[in-house]
């Protein structure tokens, strides 16, 4: 299994950009798919982004041309990087990781996800 730890999170002005990354430590990160999730007080999690082990991306419609999502195996990263934010993207956003064959297609349901980091706040002031 892989432990996530992620960071880059912080205060910004609509319109700023921020760049988070999720860093996994044990072995075989290239064989998981990962995923950014976020919660936003007293809202349900939210899929944001994945990516697999080949490198698809997918995305919410609300982020899609804001979000990039990006995996860097050599360093066991992966990162969003998010542009014109807006203060509904306010969230704790959590990176996730799941142990997948390189064909497999990824679901955006939150308990498809086996590994999980704490979260990082991302707060988008108006």
């Known amino acids: 299994q892989v432990q996530l730890v992620e960071s880059g999170g912080g205060f910004v002005q609509a319109g700023d950009s921020l760049r988070l990354s999720c860093a996994a430590s044990?072995?075989?990160?290239?064989?998981?798919?990962v995923a950014w999730f976020r919660q936003a007080p007293g809202k349900e999690r939210e899929f944001v982004a994945s990516?697999?082990?080949?490198?698809?991306?997918d995305y919410v419609d609300s982020v899609k041309g804001r979000f990039t999502i990006s995996r860097d195996n050599a360093k066991k990263t992966v990162d969003l990087q998010m542009s014109n934010l807006k203060p509904e993207d306010t969230a704790v956003y959590s990176c996730?990781?799941?142990?997948?064959?390189?064909?497999?297609?990824?679901?955006?349901?939150?308990?498809?996800?086996?590994?999980w980091g704490q979260g990082t706040q991302v707060t988008v002031s108006s």
């Open positions: 996730a990781a799941r142990h997948t064959i390189l064909t497999a297609p990824l679901s955006r349901a939150a308990d498809y996800w086996g590994q």
């Open positions: 990516i697999s082990r080949s490198g698809n991306s």
């Open positions: 044990g072995s075989m990160f290239s064989r998981y798919a």
